[in-house]
């Protein structure tokens, strides 16, 4: 069959082991071989070219839990021939693909000079300019979709990426810390994002909603291993917690253990937010599970998970 090779063949190319490949497919689900009668794989030339981005990202220091996080589609699209570079102001293409407000394209501009002062100002000003905090994390995840997008076709680098992430982490805990602290008796909330998620910003930004809507929230942080969550659990018997998930194959991925999970909990309400809820719904629903969308205001999430508390 033209354009299909055996693991050993995928193998010698990639530089990856067969036993490595077999791991990797059965984790994660960035590659697709075909399966023939006698149950040998059979690999295209797609496969090779996911299997060089995800070479390249791990020689750039990435997990492969975060190469995989990526997804399918935007690993090959890492391969793709990449645009000559020039200045981001002049490109056509680049204007029509950023939001209608010259401080977003400033911010990318100042960026890519890793100019930390005026990237720094540009952030504060964007979310100064939101009237409420839903309307925060609605632009900062525009922004970011934008920035993964750029990065994707080769025309903003892991670096700018890596650094304008870091200053939105930076101003959203600057934030924090001017809160004030809940009542002794106000009810705790665990956010955590799923195994091998390890996107913060949606965390850091629902933290701050629940904060100011007054509850005690601890933090765990993103790709928390099962395992930790549980120790947490058994000592703290939180009556709420949330988990972040970008990729529904993410969360198919885990399901299994993640009911485990939430049947063993018994009085803890479990709320899964993010992406990777997409199709899920049902899923989540089935073993007790609250499905959180972008667009749903606190308030009403926590009308959601106290209702769902009570059942």
């Not at 082991?17 to 960035?30: K, P």
């Not at 982490?169 to 809940?182: C, F, G, V, W």
């Not at 106000?186 to 629902?206: I, N, Q, R, Y």
Request: charged letters at 25%; a negative charge; one cysteine or more.
């Amino acid at each position: 069959m033209t354009g299909l090779y055996k693991i050993k063949t995928v193998a010698e190319r990639s530089g990856f082991s067969a036993n490595l490949l077999r791991a990797w497919e059965r984790r994660y689900d960035f590659l697709e071989p075909d399966r023939q009668a006698s149950g040998h794989r059979l690999y295209s030339e797609k496969d090779l070219r996911v299997l060089r981005s995800v070479k390249q990202l791990l020689d750039q220091g990435y997990s492969v839990g975060e190469a995989a996080a990526m997804g399918r589609e935007a690993l090959l699209r890492l391969t793709m021939p990449r645009p000559s570079a020039q200045p981001l102001s002049s490109s056509t293409e680049r204007q029509e693909a950023l939001p209608k407000d010259e401080r977003v394209t400033d911010l990318l501009e100042a960026a890519g000079q890793f100019e930390v002062e005026r990237s720094r100002r540009l952030i504060r000003e964007i979310m100064e300019s939101c009237e409420s905090r839903v309307a925060l994390r609605k632009r900062i995840s525009a922004i970011s979709t934008l920035v993964g997008d750029l990065w994707a076709r080769g025309e903003l680098s892991v670096a700018v990426e890596h650094f304008l992430s870091g200053l939105w982490k930076e101003s959203l805990r600057a934030d924090l810390a001017q809160m004030s602290e809940p009542r002794e008796d106000a009810e705790t909330v665990v956010l955590a994002g799923f195994p091998d998620e390890f996107h913060e910003l949606g965390l850091l930004l629902l933290q701050a909603e629940f904060q100011h809507s007054g509850y005690r929230v601890i933090n765990l942080g993103p790709a928390l291993p099962w395992e930790s969550l549980e120790q947490l659990l058994a000592k703290k018997a939180p009556r709420f917690v949330c988990l972040s998930v970008t990729r529904p194959a993410l969360l198919a991925v885990h399901l299994p253990r993640f009911s485990e999970l939430v049947a063993r909990q018994v009085g803890t309400t479990f709320v899964v937010g993010g992406p990777g809820t997409t199709g899920m719904e049902q899923s989540l629903s089935s073993i007790g599970v609250l499905c959180w969308t972008t667009d749903m205001e606190i308030g009403l999430l926590s009308e959601e998970m106290k209702n769902g508390s009570d059942t």
